[in-house]
Protein backbone atom coordinates (compact mmCIF):
# COMPACT_ATOMS: atom_id res chain seq x y z
CA UNK A 1 0.00 0.00 0.00
CA UNK A 2 3.02 2.29 0.71
CA UNK A 3 4.63 1.89 -2.84
CA UNK A 4 1.59 2.20 -4.06
CA UNK A 5 0.73 5.59 -2.33
CA UNK A 6 4.47 6.73 -3.05
CA UNK A 7 4.44 5.98 -6.62
CA UNK A 8 0.60 8.10 -6.76
CA UNK A 9 2.51 11.09 -4.72
CA UNK A 10 5.37 10.78 -7.61
CA UNK A 11 3.11 11.00 -10.80
CA UNK A 12 1.00 14.37 -9.20
CA UNK A 13 4.56 15.45 -7.92
CA UNK A 14 5.65 15.46 -11.96
CA UNK A 15 2.31 16.53 -13.31
CA UNK A 16 2.42 19.39 -10.97
CA UNK A 17 6.03 20.14 -12.13
CA UNK A 18 4.59 20.18 -15.81
CA UNK A 19 1.61 22.08 -15.11
CA UNK A 20 4.06 25.26 -13.43
CA UNK A 21 6.60 25.03 -16.47
CA UNK A 22 3.90 25.22 -19.15
CA UNK A 23 2.41 27.95 -17.43
CA UNK A 24 6.00 29.77 -17.00
CA UNK A 25 6.44 29.05 -20.57
CA UNK A 26 3.11 30.92 -21.73
CA UNK A 27 3.85 33.69 -19.32
CA UNK A 28 6.84 34.48 -20.48
CA UNK A 29 6.51 33.54 -23.76
CA UNK A 30 8.95 31.13 -25.49
CA UNK A 31 11.40 32.95 -28.01
CA UNK A 32 10.64 30.70 -30.30
CA UNK A 33 7.02 32.03 -30.55
CA UNK A 34 8.70 35.30 -32.00
CA UNK A 35 10.43 36.38 -34.20
CA UNK A 36 13.69 34.62 -35.50
CA UNK A 37 16.74 35.83 -33.35
CA UNK A 38 19.89 38.09 -35.18
CA UNK A 39 17.19 39.40 -37.49
CA UNK A 40 18.97 42.58 -39.55
CA UNK A 41 17.18 45.46 -38.82
CA UNK A 42 16.12 45.57 -42.59
CA UNK A 43 14.68 42.28 -42.11
CA UNK A 44 12.89 43.01 -39.06
CA UNK A 45 11.48 46.41 -40.70
CA UNK A 46 10.43 44.48 -43.45
CA UNK A 47 8.05 41.50 -41.60
CA UNK A 48 6.60 44.47 -38.95
CA UNK A 49 5.57 46.69 -41.74
CA UNK A 50 4.20 43.34 -43.40
CA UNK A 51 2.10 42.65 -41.23
CA UNK A 52 0.78 46.37 -40.03
CA UNK A 53 -0.30 46.37 -43.78
CA UNK A 54 -2.33 43.38 -43.50
CA UNK A 55 -3.47 44.74 -40.53
CA UNK A 56 -4.33 48.11 -41.78
CA UNK A 57 -4.65 48.58 -45.01
CA UNK A 58 -4.31 52.00 -46.68
CA UNK A 59 -2.57 53.27 -43.10
CA UNK A 60 0.34 55.53 -43.21
CA UNK A 61 2.59 53.05 -41.39
CA UNK A 62 5.94 55.21 -39.52
CA UNK A 63 8.95 53.92 -38.44
CA UNK A 64 10.23 56.36 -35.15
CA UNK A 65 12.76 53.87 -33.45
CA UNK A 66 14.34 50.62 -34.17
CA UNK A 67 17.22 49.47 -31.49
CA UNK A 68 18.43 46.15 -30.28
CA UNK A 69 16.67 44.82 -27.26
CA UNK A 70 18.29 45.49 -23.61
CA UNK A 71 16.73 42.34 -22.33
CA UNK A 72 16.77 39.94 -24.97
CA UNK A 73 20.07 40.23 -27.16
CA UNK A 74 20.09 39.78 -30.85
CA UNK A 75 16.49 41.02 -31.14
CA UNK A 76 15.29 44.31 -31.93
CA UNK A 77 13.10 47.08 -30.12
CA UNK A 78 10.47 48.96 -32.64
CA UNK A 79 8.32 51.95 -31.78
CA UNK A 80 5.60 52.63 -34.82
CA UNK A 81 4.05 55.18 -35.30
CA UNK A 82 0.46 53.63 -37.82
CA UNK A 83 -2.41 56.46 -39.15
CA UNK A 84 -5.44 55.26 -40.08
CA UNK A 85 -7.00 57.42 -42.60
CA UNK A 86 -3.96 59.73 -43.12
CA UNK A 87 -5.87 61.84 -44.99
CA UNK A 88 -8.75 62.39 -43.40
CA UNK A 89 -9.55 65.46 -40.95
CA UNK A 90 -9.84 63.35 -38.14
CA UNK A 91 -6.92 60.45 -39.03
CA UNK A 92 -6.89 57.65 -35.86
CA UNK A 93 -3.27 57.59 -35.03
CA UNK A 94 -1.13 55.16 -32.27
CA UNK A 95 2.08 54.33 -31.55
CA UNK A 96 2.58 50.54 -31.20
CA UNK A 97 5.95 49.20 -29.52
CA UNK A 98 6.97 45.91 -30.30
CA UNK A 99 9.96 43.88 -29.16
CA UNK A 100 10.43 41.09 -31.58
CA UNK A 101 11.46 38.49 -28.69
CA UNK A 102 7.77 38.59 -28.52
CA UNK A 103 7.07 38.09 -32.37
CA UNK A 104 4.49 40.42 -33.81
CA UNK A 105 2.58 41.05 -30.89
CA UNK A 106 3.03 44.71 -29.92
CA UNK A 107 3.80 45.41 -26.34
CA UNK A 108 2.19 48.86 -25.86
CA UNK A 109 -0.48 51.20 -27.57
CA UNK A 110 -0.50 54.85 -27.03
CA UNK A 111 -3.02 56.56 -28.69
CA UNK A 112 -2.60 59.97 -30.01
CA UNK A 113 -5.74 60.94 -31.78
CA UNK A 114 -8.78 59.58 -32.63
CA UNK A 115 -12.45 61.12 -33.58
CA UNK A 116 -10.74 64.83 -33.72
CA UNK A 117 -9.23 64.15 -30.07
CA UNK A 118 -6.11 64.67 -29.51
CA UNK A 119 -5.76 62.55 -26.58
CA UNK A 120 -2.06 64.66 -25.29
CA UNK A 121 -3.80 67.88 -25.25
CA UNK A 122 -6.54 67.13 -23.35
CA UNK A 123 -6.34 69.08 -19.82
CA UNK A 124 -3.15 70.53 -21.36
CA UNK A 125 -3.38 74.27 -22.69
CA UNK A 126 0.57 74.30 -23.75
CA UNK A 127 0.77 70.78 -25.43
CA UNK A 128 3.07 70.79 -28.22
CA UNK A 129 1.02 69.41 -31.48
CA UNK A 130 4.41 67.64 -32.75
CA UNK A 131 2.74 65.19 -35.67
CA UNK A 132 0.81 65.98 -39.28
CA UNK A 133 -1.89 63.72 -37.33
CA UNK A 134 -2.47 66.05 -33.96
CA UNK A 135 -2.61 69.29 -36.16
CA UNK A 136 -5.57 68.23 -38.67
CA UNK A 137 -7.47 66.44 -35.63
CA UNK A 138 -6.68 69.75 -33.81
CA UNK A 139 -7.81 71.96 -37.07
CA UNK A 140 -10.78 70.38 -37.84
CA UNK A 141 -12.23 71.46 -33.92
CA UNK A 142 -12.50 75.16 -35.17
CA UNK A 143 -16.58 76.01 -36.77
CA UNK A 144 -14.56 77.50 -40.00
CA UNK A 145 -13.21 74.12 -41.07
CA UNK A 146 -16.24 72.19 -39.19
CA UNK A 147 -18.61 74.08 -42.04
CA UNK A 148 -16.03 73.98 -45.12
CA UNK A 149 -16.06 69.97 -44.43
CA UNK A 150 -19.47 69.69 -44.22
CA UNK A 151 -20.55 71.87 -47.24
CA UNK A 152 -17.88 69.42 -49.31
CA UNK A 153 -19.65 67.09 -52.06
CA UNK A 154 -16.79 66.14 -53.25
CA UNK A 155 -13.38 63.62 -52.00
CA UNK A 156 -11.99 65.74 -49.25
CA UNK A 157 -8.31 65.35 -49.15
CA UNK A 158 -6.51 67.45 -45.76
CA UNK A 159 -2.96 67.34 -44.93
CA UNK A 160 -0.47 69.39 -43.10
CA UNK A 161 3.19 70.19 -42.46
CA UNK A 162 5.14 72.25 -40.74
CA UNK A 163 5.89 75.93 -40.93
CA UNK A 164 6.77 79.22 -39.64
CA UNK A 165 4.00 82.10 -39.87
CA UNK A 166 3.91 85.24 -37.56
CA UNK A 167 7.04 84.10 -35.91
CA UNK A 168 5.46 81.38 -34.90
CA UNK A 169 5.81 77.69 -35.23
CA UNK A 170 3.09 76.62 -36.83
CA UNK A 171 1.32 74.01 -38.84
CA UNK A 172 -0.12 74.45 -42.38
CA UNK A 173 -3.23 72.34 -42.74
CA UNK A 174 -4.76 72.45 -46.05
CA UNK A 175 -8.13 70.93 -46.62
CA UNK A 176 -8.89 70.40 -50.29
CA UNK A 177 -12.29 69.92 -51.98
CA UNK A 178 -12.52 69.60 -55.11
CA UNK A 179 -10.71 72.81 -56.71
CA UNK A 180 -11.59 74.71 -53.51
CA UNK A 181 -9.05 74.66 -50.69
CA UNK A 182 -8.51 75.91 -47.28
CA UNK A 183 -5.50 76.43 -45.38
CA UNK A 184 -5.43 76.23 -41.78
CA UNK A 185 -2.37 78.06 -39.68
CA UNK A 186 -2.59 76.80 -36.11
CA UNK A 187 0.46 77.56 -33.90
CA UNK A 188 2.62 73.95 -32.67
CA UNK A 189 2.58 74.98 -28.60
CA UNK A 190 -1.02 74.84 -27.67
CA UNK A 191 -2.92 74.61 -31.18
CA UNK A 192 -4.35 77.74 -31.47
CA UNK A 193 -5.69 79.59 -34.32
CA UNK A 194 -3.16 81.79 -36.16
CA UNK A 195 -4.90 82.43 -39.27
CA UNK A 196 -6.68 81.17 -42.31
CA UNK A 197 -6.33 81.91 -46.16
Same mark, same amino acid.
Given at each position: ??????????????????????????? @? =?????????????????? &?????????????? @????????????????????????? +?????? *??????? !?? $?????????????? !?????????????????? *??? &??????? !????? $?? =????????? !??? +???????????????????????? @?????? *?? @????
Amino acid at each position: MKKKNMKIARILLIFFILIILIALLII @I =KIPSLGLPKNLTREETIS &MINSSLQQAYKNAR @IEFVSINSSKLHPGYWEVNVVVSKY +PNSPCP *ETFVLEY !DT $FYGLDWKIQNNLTR !DCIVFGAQNNTNYIYGRR *EEA &MSRASQF !DLVKS $FI =KNCNQSLYV !DAA +PTLKNSTNAWDVIYVCGVKALHVF @ISQKGG *EL @ISTS
